[in-house]
């Protein structure tokens, strides 16, 4: 059974940090990128990251370049989105999502297994 678990969401000032972790099982790992994505009240599901196992090669969306990195630990098969600087236009539930295609838009039609989100509020 394919999983995908986030946690390390939770409440930070402006200007704070999070680590988000997402840890996967049930498929072979290397085959697939692992994205982030983030939904706040009323808006749409946007692409933040991405990472694509096999070379690391990174892609971020231009409201968290410089703030937030992707990284991964390939032997523990998990995600990390380190988000600096925090905003609270930050502010959204944060999933992560696992795809065959390393598309810079992210559409998340793409995206073919999902965690349950993890909670990111930043208070001003």
């Known amino acids: 059974e394919v999983q995908l678990v986030e946690s390390g969401g939770g409440l930070v000032q402006a200007g704070g940090s999070l680590r988000l972790s997402c840890v996967a099982s049930?498929?072979?790992?290397?085959?697939?990128?692992i994205g982030w994505f983030r939904q706040a009240p009323g808006k749409e599901r946007e692409g933040v990251s991405f990472i694509r196992i096999i070379d690391g090669r990174t892609h971020y969306a231009d409201s968290v370049t410089g703030r937030f990195t992707i990284s991964s630990d390939n032997a523990e098969n998990t995600v990390y989105l380190q988000m600096n600087s925090l905003k609270p236009a930050d502010t959204a539930v944060y999933y992560c999502?696992?795809?065959?295609?390393?598309?810079?838009?992210?559409?998340?039609?793409?995206?073919?297994?999902w965690g349950q989100g993890t909670q990111v509020t930043v208070s001003p």
């Open positions: 999502a696992r795809s065959r295609f390393a598309i810079s838009s992210m559409p998340p039609q793409l995206f073919d297994s």
């Open positions: 049930g498929f072979t790992w290397d085959d697939y990128i």
